[in-house]
């Protein structure tokens, strides 16, 4: 059976209460019937006191008519009379407060008073006669017996009255006792039963609590899927029920979402697998295509030479295109070579002590045709403060600079191309000016992804893999460095790169 | 000064046509082997003044046969160009650390070539 909280509460509660009751109830009734004994007491109190009276009364007539015969007055016998009346009342009260059986004792104390005053009378008549001794004897002979069986009579009621007030007194303490007991036991089984159900109700309560603070734990350091157990069938079991199918849920999600991590896991192994498959590949590829391409350029540069003869003069321009283009060619395999090998994880610096300045040489004599060829101006300017010893790999640095410096020159038509070098901080800045076409600010962020350049026509009419400015980018990265764009189109562009001084430290592979 | 003997292991047929056309040229004898082992065998046969090392090749790579010759006491001293592939990174130091007097990369010029081939052993 379902039982709430509100339920369990209420029932204990009111048992505690119907306890409480039945204890006042019994209260009411003890003292109840302690008034109605201590209300016989009384009147028993009363009966006494009449029977003492009637007891008082007696030797008083007794008395006044011994009195009467002595003084030989009849106005004694008439005190006698008054006394006689006293009597009576105390006698009528006693009749009154008296129970049935009583009543037969006390007509025969009437009948006889009524006869004693008879013969008081009588005495009475002789004494005014003059008879006293007739009057004498006949107090002796009467009077007197009647007197005393009276008295014997009132004795015996008043002795029963004062022992029935007696058994009254013990009763009542007695009860008074009982009473007592009773309600000093029916107090502690109270209270005990109020603790007992307390406890209980309180055990009932805090049970499920406790259970459910430690599966909260359970579920807190990440422990889901458990059952939580409480005999509770109440809101608390209700609750119960709801942890164990939130814990369940929670396992569920939390299986549910190592699996998918798993299988994310196990996706980017293969996906990892598969790009260095693909890069393996294109560093392969590209090993197999220069060997052809060796050839190409080797028999070409024999036949410019004229190893195999004479050239006529109209065979040398042709022979020259096939060299710029053959070298071209070759430079796009390096590209995708170099940045498969940096995708790949296998592409390493050799840092070393390098010479910005002989860097700059190198590029310069490199260039310095092509800037001529284009009738641009091509300067570079290196700062005096450049510290004598810079860490770096001076082949790939060699690499970006020619990039960024050839690609100013290509896209460069009047004006010039300028290549600074100076110290930025614990860095060297390598700049590169030019008075070229520019860059659309919307496509700066862009320039340095791979297979970008400024728009398709750009590759063709300019020439270039479009992976020249991302693999330079991330030579820099590699040495720890940064490269960044500022650029106005139609005004030209300033590619700067830093390589910090002490660029041993990220020297690993990327 | 008798003729100087160069040879040349490569396994590429028209890299080797180009060398015996470059070096027809010249008073360099040209002896030509096809791959690591037989390039080792042809050495120790009969000692050239040069060897020209190609780093791929079937059967042994260029840079074991190097290590070979280097082991004998024979070519010990033979100078060997190794021609490096630059697809193969670190390769330069390979080539150096297996014994070679100087490394090229692929594509070479036949020019640069001849140059460093007249550095080492001139002409008699």
């Known amino acids: 059976m379902r039982a709430s909280v509100q339920r369990k509460l209420l029932v204990a509660f009111l048992l505690i209460t119907l306890l409480f009751m039945a204890m006042g109830a019994f209260s009411l009734f003890t003292i109840r019937e302690m008034s109605r004994q201590s209300e016989l007491l009384d009147r028993a109190h009363q009966r006494l006191e009449s029977a003492q009276d009637i007891h008082h009364s007696l030797a008083m007539q007794m008395h006044l008519t011994a009195m009467a015969l002595l003084v030989r007055d009849e106005a004694a016998v008439a005190s006698v009379l008054r006394e006689n009346n006293r009597f009576n009342e105390a006698l009528a009260r006693l009749e009154a407060a008296v129970e049935e059986p009583e009543r037969a004792a006390i007509q025969k104390v009437r009948a006889s008073q009524e006869e004693a005053m008879a013969v008081v009378a009588d005495i009475a008549n002789l004494v005014r006669d003059g008879k006293i001794a007739a009057a004498t004897q006949l107090h002796g002979s009467r009077e007197d017996p009647l007197y005393r069986s009276i008295d014997a009579r009132v004795s015996e009621m008043v002795q029963r009255e004062n022992a029935r007030m007696v058994s009254l007194r013990d009763g009542l303490r007695a009860a008074q006792q009982r009473s007592l007991l009773v309600m000093t036991t029916f107090a502690a089984i ?269 590759t063709r009419e300019f020439g270039g893999s479009g992976l020249g400015l991302s693999i330079t980018k991330k030579f820099v990265e590699m040495h720890g460095g940064r490269i960044w764009v500022e650029s106005r189109l139609g005004e030209g562009s300033t590619f700067h790169f830093t390589i910090p001084l002490e660029s041993a430290a990220v020297a690993s592979t990327l | 000064m008798s003729q100087k003997t160069i040879l040349y292991v490569e396994d590429n047929e028209f890299n080797r046509k180009i060398i015996r056309q470059l070096l027809a040229q010249t008073s360099y004898r040209l002896r030509e082997a096809h791959d690591g082992e037989s390039g080792v065998r042809a050495a120790l046969e009969e000692l050239p003044d040069l060897i020209l090392m ?19 006491a024979r070519t010990a001293a033979v100078p060997i160009i190794i021609v490096t592939s630059y697809a193969l990174d670190g390769d330069a130091q390979k080539a150096k650390d297996a014994g070679a007097t100087a490394y090229l990369a692929k594509p070479y010029s036949p020019r640069d070539l001849l140059a460093k081939i007249r550095e080492i052993i001139p002409e008699a």
């Open chain 1, 190 to 458: 109270s209270v005990l039963l109020a603790l007992a159900g307390g406890f209980v109700v309180s055990w009932a309560l805090i049970q499920p609590v406790y259970a459910a603070h430690g599966f909260l734990n359970e579920l807190a350091s990440g422990r889901f899927g458990g059952t939580i157990v409480v005999p509770n069938r109440d809101e608390f079991g209700e609750l119960a029920a709801r942890l164990t199918a939130t814990s369940r849920e929670l396992a569920r999600l939390d299986s549910e979402q190592r699996r998918a991590a798993q299988e994310l896991v196990a996706l980017n192994a293969k996906l990892e697998q598969a790009s260095k498959a693909k890069s393996e590949f294109l560093a392969n590829m590209s090993h197999e295509l220069r060997t052809p391409l060796n050839a190409i350029l080797g028999f070409t540069e024999m036949l410019g030479d004229g190893l195999y003869g004479p050239v006529p003069a109209e065979f040398k321009e042709p022979l020259a295109d096939i060299q710029t283009n053959g070298r071209h060619l070759l430079r796009l395999i390096n590209d995708v070579l170099d940045l498969s090998k940096i995708e790949a994880g296998r592409m390493e610096l050799a840092v070393e002590a390098y010479s910005a300045q002989e860097i700059v040489g190198m590029v310069r004599t490199s260039l310095r045709s092509l800037a001529e060829e284009k009738g641009l101006e091509f300067k570079t300017e290196l700062d005096a403060g450049l510290p004598e010893v810079m860490l770096g790999d001076a082949r790939r640095i060699t690499q970006c600079l020619l990039n960024l410096a050839g690609n100013a020159l290509k896209f460069t038509k009047r004006g010039g191309v300028t290549i600074r070098v100076a110290r930025d901080g614990e860095a060297v800045r390598y700049s590169v000016s030019d008075t070229g076409i520019g860059i659309p600010p919307e496509q700066l962020a862009e320039v340095f992804g791979e297979f970008r350049q400024v728009d398709a026509t750009v």
């Open chain 2, 54 to 72: 190609d780093v791929q090749l079937p059967k042994i790579s260029g840079l074991e046969a190097t290590r070979r010759l280097r082991a004998d």
